[in-house]
């Protein structure tokens, strides 16, 4: 066994039993993991009793016991050890694909997919329903054992069982007419072999093994399994096979040969079986069509079900999302408002006169309302803050470019209303948080963000013109 290599990736320190896994270990990661030694099955290495996750050396050991606190305890084994492991798990996965396939495919299919049942438990609830064959008495069955603790789990063990009681092994004859269930073996250690087979051997060298100490079952048994080559051979023969369970049960009767049949008899016996064997596959087709059409109409119904809920789904959601939006606009809306009427209280030390102006803002077009607020902000300080003015319109117009330019860029649709020169250059003009909210932009906790997910563009280029052109006139 120490004589026997395998590959060790000089990277990672992981181990390949077969130049194949090393390969597509290599061609996956890159020139850097393909770089191999060869270590013998003899050599040690390290498994986390906790995890159970290996180490190919004591500075990997050390490093997982800093990464993860609970690999406390390593045992010392070698990668003979892991390798016998890995065998297990392939044996394993290999168990559990089949069982995946002892079940009907498509009513799996459906289930996981249509149903959105996890695999494991559709593939136990059809293993048990097998007799009932249908996706209605799997989902009862799921129904009923809905509080099982293991019910997503496939364990190694629950496998084994249920491939193991997936019926009775049968055999037919070599015509097909008999089918008969395997014999009772009554054998015991000491019976006599059959006369069938003390008439195969020769008694002469029978006699002689005995004499050497074997008893005369064995004898038989090893001159009939060398089919009478010669003392040496039956010799050899019950020394390799010692310690075999069987050794001392006696041989099984040979089958008895069949009468042969005539010419005529042998056409006529092989035609009878080509036309069962027609009939049987003829049968077996039927059958086929038949639940594929049936599986066809259950698959197609069931698809039908998913894609109207799911536009039921869908329009649900939009009217939510239409409400909320409608919602949070008129909160928005008050907000603003509110903090404007503050802003008065603050600046005049008394509420704002009542007048006509919002009504007329009110019945506005959107249009309208951009030049209406960009001329308010002219009339407000052409002359009390020219220059603040310029600042303001300058940096508005650099917010309504960036969003008009960049329409789908997530970045140009906030302003942070932290910032300090959003605080310094437009907050304090009145009439510039209003132009945009117009523009799109509503009050959230700490920002102006787009209420639309793609902005008005033709509003936004006729707010950038009106700027130029009060920019001009300034």
Not at 130 to 154: M, R
Not at 178 to 207: C, F, H, S, W, Y
Not at 209 to 236: P, W
Request: aromatic fraction near 6%; charged fraction near 40%; include cysteine.
């Amino acid at each position: 066994m120490a004589s026997q290599m395998v590959l060790r990736c000089t990277k990672t320190g992981r181990v390949f039993f077969s130049t194949a896994e090393a390969q597509e270990h290599a061609e996956a990661f890159g020139k850097e993991y393909a770089n191999f030694d060869e270590v013998s099955l003899d050599h040690k290495v390290w498994i986390c009793v906790e995890t159970g996750r290996p180490c190919y050396t004591e500075q990997d050991m050390n490093r997982m016991k800093m990464r993860d606190p609970d690999a406390k305890t390593f045992e010392e084994k070698t990668v003979a050890y892991l390798g016998e492991l890995q065998k297990k798990k392939d044996q394993a996965a290999d168990r559990k694909e089949k069982f995946f396939k002892s079940v009907n495919l498509k009513k799996l299919d459906i289930m996981t997919s249509a149903k959105s049942h996890g695999k494991n438990r559709a593939a136990k609830a059809l293993h048990f329903t097998k007799s009932a064959g249908t996706i209605e008495a799997a989902e009862a069955w799921l129904a009923e054992n809905a509080g099982l603790p293991d019910l997503d789990k496939l364990t190694d063990e629950f496998v084994i069982e249920a491939l193991g009681t997936s019926g009775d092994v049968t055999m037919t004859d070599a015509d097909g007419d008999v089918v008969m269930a395997p014999a009772e073996d009554t054998r015991k250690p000491g019976d006599p072999n059959p006369p069938e087979i003390k008439e195969k051997v020769k008694q002469d060298l029978v006699k002689q093994i005995v004499e050497m100490g074997f008893s005369e079952m064995r004898a038989e048994k090893a001159l009939y399994k060398t089919d009478n080559a010669g003392l040496e051979h039956a010799v050899n023969w019950l020394a390799e096979h010692a310690e075999d369970a069987d050794i001392d049960l006696p041989l099984l009767p040979p089958p008895k040969p069949k009468p042969k049949l005539s010419k005529e008899e042998a056409e006529a016996k092989a035609l009878e079986l080509q036309k069962k064997l027609r009939e049987k596959k003829a049968e077996e087709e039927r059958l086929k069509n038949i639940e594929q059409e049936k599986e066809r109409k259950e698959s197609t119904k069931l698809m039908a079900e998913a894609q109207v809920k799911f536009k039921e789904e869908e329009r649900k959601r939009e009217i939510e999302r239409q409400q909320r939006e409608k919602e949070e606009h008129e909160r928005h809306k008050a907000e603003l408002k509110e903090r404007l009427r503050q802003d008065y209280i603050e600046r005049f030390g008394c509420e704002p006169p009542e007048d006509e102006e919002k009504e007329t803002v009110k019945e506005m077009t959107s249009k309208d309302k951009v030049a209406f607020f960009l001329n308010k902000l002219k009339k407000t300080y052409k002359d009390t803050d020219k220059e603040g003015l310029k600042t303001c319109l300058a940096t508005l117009k650099i917010y309504i470019k960036n969003l008009h330019e960049n329409p789908l860029e997530p970045k140009f649709k906030k302003l942070k209303l932290e910032n300090k020169a959003f605080q310094t250059r437009v907050a304090p003009f009145d009439g510039a948080l209003e132009l945009l909210d117009v523009l799109g932009f509503e009050k959230k906790e700490d920002c102006l963000e787009q209420r639309k997910s793609t902005p008005d563009g033709f509003l936004c280029g006729q707010a950038i013109k009106f700027i130029d052109l009060i920019t001009g006139q300034l």
